[in-house]
């Protein structure tokens, strides 16, 4: 078949290079522009690379944009990893129309940051959903869905790297064969169901101690690689990552008070929480790195018995 893809970063350059790798045509590739002083995109860089057609544009809506996706030919557009709006007029062009990934189980968590949430919530489940672009935000039919599990100790970097990005490079060309061979079936998205949360940012990530350890440590979990679960001491930020929860089982076994740092070790550090401690492997400062509790504990001159969220 011949695509089209829209999309940006290393999920897109991975879903450009599987169609690739089998032997699809690509008749363009579109890429957001990257902002002054960011890191090169990926996707450009391996589109221009391998010789492709790669646009820029800085956005999908105009008429620069409408006859480069007609001038492609293509029999699908393949979404990946997209951030700038495309209206109905842009992904109806190829043949078979359009597709996209989210990495979530739609219609729960549109939006986002939508591997965030279902883990900071304490879900046991989450996955991928490829459907239909509309100009309502992930509110398309859908045509695919992947199921995974959400480990106890899983973070968002585990269940993202390890999982869904792998599964959705694999849904996307299941999902494009499916579209293509007209053997796909469309379903639409139950609104009764649907939940929309926005950005999973540094005020959504910030940590209280007097919350469930339950709650804390899936906190952590969601905010880990990025953008860092937190806390303050003498009102500078700490971060916190590599969580496990230790929920008490009877009264009086509760060590120290809330927020206090009962054990400091090479690698690890525990922390008192409502109903428990969270036991964390690395800690990173204002003016530090990821670091272990130790080093780390050395450096800001803490000791056991340091109350953090001051």
């Not at 089998?22 to 391998?50: I, N, S, T, W, Y």
């Amino acid at each position: 078949m011949k695509i089209a893809i829209i999309g940006q970063q290393d999920f897109g350059k991975a879903v450009l290079e599987a169609f690739l790798a089998r032997g699809d045509a690509v008749g363009a590739v579109f890429c957001a522009p990257e902002k002054e002083g960011a890191k090169p995109d990926p996707l450009r860089v391996a589109a221009q690379e391998k010789g492709l057609n790669v646009l820029q544009l800085p956005n999908l809506k105009g008429p620069e944009a409408l006859k480069a996706m007609k001038d492609c030919n293509a029999d699908i557009g393949i979404m990946a990893y997209v951030l700038q709006f495309a209206p109905q007029e842009f992904v109806n062009i190829p043949r078979h129309g359009t597709i996209q990934y989210h990495p979530s189980l739609l219609p729960k968590y549109r939006g986002p940051s939508s591997i965030n949430w279902p883990i900071s919530l304490g879900e046991k489940k989450t996955g991928l959903t490829i459907f239909r672009p509309t100009d309502g935000l992930d509110e398309g039919p859908v045509v695919l869905q992947k199921e995974t599990e959400i480990a106890e100790n899983d973070t968002i970097g585990t269940v993202y790297f390890d999982r869904l990005f792998p599964m959705g490079v694999k849904a996307m060309l299941e999902a494009a064969d499916l579209v293509v061979a007209g053997k796909h079936k469309e379903v639409v998205q139950d609104e009764a169901k649907a939940t929309y949360e926005g950005w999973f940012r540094a005020n959504e990530s910030k940590l209280s101690f007097h919350h469930h350890v339950a709650r804390v440590h899936d906190l952590i979990r969601a905010a880990d690689p990025a953008p860092g679960a937190w806390t303050t001491l003498s009102g500078k930020k700490v971060q916190l990552f590599g969580s496990k929860k230790h929920p008490v089982r009877k009264f009086g076994d509760v060590k120290g008070k809330v927020g206090e740092i009962t054990e400091i070790t090479d690698t690890s550090m525990r922390i008192t929480c409502q109903g428990g401690q969270v036991e964390v492997a690395k800690v990173k400062g204002e003016e530090t790195k990821k670091i272990s509790p130790a080093e780390w504990a050395k450096g800001a001159g803490v000791a056991p018995g340091t109350i953090l969220g001051s």
